[in-house]
């Protein structure tokens, strides 16, 4: 290669953690004439060497700031690295604002992954999350037109040899950019990975027992909106209160589910959506048959399905009815398209989230006319193949719960007490069945036909759910003007979600009305239940499967 291939080195940017090499290749580089802008502690290194040095602060005029997190990061010196000499334009520019181009930049990041394996406390760790150097290094990469860029110190002799040549050709400043990219890339992939470990719940306390005790989600919430972002994070409102931090991120791209969900209208979605927004999916997709869920605080208010040929309003309005009141301020969940006479009969209600997985183009219209309505669409069936749960200390893992053990089939169900339920009831008792699942334990539903008609949810004893579901089944059903709410216990099916530990909870519902009743059983008193429906003529069934849902 001859001489006039390469870019002379006049002016040098030297900023490295590894001394090793740097002092040599520092007196080379002057021994040529070039002049050496370095930082900090590599400034001091070369000057102790007697070797003159301009120190970087004088170039950008600001000191070194929040203790050597910002030294380069300066237009003077990242406009020196990135300038096309190419480009007059580029070249007048630099003239105009008086900033000297580089023509090598040597630079080696700090010892992150090193600081790792050593065992470093979290705040050593941080620190050496270097941003200056790699920032550095990839600008000089990409503009190896016009600069060379040396990151390994095994490279520093090669840098030395060419500058005394008259400096680099553009191949060896295009093969030095490859080697500085890789680095640079190594280097990240290095950090996501711990910080992917942590989020795992694989980093705990400091290594030497001292400092703040910083688990992975307290960093997540941490951390930059920017950086948040770069890890997938996207930054909410404020959490469950407006004093809590949160973030939420899509953790499968395949099934991104609720958290991934395209938003077709209204407010930024709000923790406490999210939350509504997943427990009123999980209520309307356990159901085969078109069904919509009303979901308020985390528990279905409302929850029906419509029949063969029945437009998904008609589960819509049957859901709502279920508790009114409730609704209001609710989150609504449809697992069929929402169509026009759906979207008409929501308008006029106060919502917070509607989703489903599609709109009819009417309905979205329609819609979009209550401008703080959350629209949501899903792409695909609700599913979660495990569920999580933070405790103090550590986090459980579970495999989802699921309509799909044995003792969910109607079929499999032993009848231990009344008649065989015609096929009105028991599939009234289906649908109870399936949609007791979505209700906080202890758990009870009241169901006619495909509608819920009460809910007893929550409760710390089953007899106090069993009482709630009656009550608000008999208290809060629509009622023309003047007149009572009807007594919709009576003649209507239950679902427990658990066996009943004794009958009494069994008799309030028995009392009520309720003519048909399934539940796990297990219980050691199961034959005083199974006698408290023998006596009352109701039917009882067992399904020999429990749905908790804490």
Known sequence: MTTTQRRPIRRALLSVFDKTGIVDL??????????????????????????????????????????????????????????????????????????????????NLYPFSETVAAGGSFDEIIEKIDIGGPSMVRGAAKNFASLAVVVDPEDYGRAGQAASAGGFTLAERQELATIAFTRTAEYDEAISDWMLERLDGGAGDDADGEGPDIQAETFLLDISDEDAESAGFRTLRYGENPHQRARVAVSDEENPGIAGAEQLGGKEMSYNNYVDADAAARAAFDHERPCVAVVKHNNPCGIAVAGVGEDIAVAHQRAHGTDPLSAYGGVIASNRPVTLAMAQQVKPIFTEVILAPGYEDEALELLRTKKNLRILRLEDAYSRPVETREIWGGT??????????????????????????????????????????????????????????????????????????????????????????????????????????????AQILLDAGVTAIVQPGGSIRDEEVVEACRAAGATLYLTGTRHFAH
Do not use: Y
Not at 441 to 458: D, E, R
């Open 26 to 107: 520092a007196r080379t580089l002057a021994e040529q004439g070039a002049e050496i802008v370095s930082t900090g502690s590599t400034g001091a290194t070369i000057r102790e060497a007697g070797i003159d040095v301009t120190d970087v602060e004088s170039v950008t005029g600001f000191p070194e700031m929040l203790d050597g997190r910002v030294k380069t990061l300066h237009p003077r010196v990242h406009a020196g690295l990135l300038a096309d000499q190419r480009l007059d334009s580029h070249r007048a520019q630099l003239a105009e604002h008086e900033i000297a181009p580089f023509d090598l930049v040597v630079v």
């Open 396 to 505: 459980l893992v579970q495999d989802a719960d699921t309509i799909a053990a044995e003792g969910d089939d109607p079929a499999s169900w032993t009848l231990a007490a009344g008649d065989a339920a015609d096929d009105a009831t028991l599939a009234d008792l289906a649908f109870a069945w399936r949609s007791v699942r979505a209700v906080k334990s202890n758990a009870i539903l009241l169901a006619q036909g495909g509608a819920a008609v009460g809910l007893g949810m929550g409760q710390v004893n089953r007899l106090d759910s069993c009482r709630l579901a009656v009550s608000r089944a008999n208290t809060l059903g629509e009622h023309a003007e003047g007149e009572a709410a009807p007594e919709r216990a009576r003649g209507a099916v239950a679902a427990s979600d658990a066996f009943f530990p004794f009958a009494d909870g």
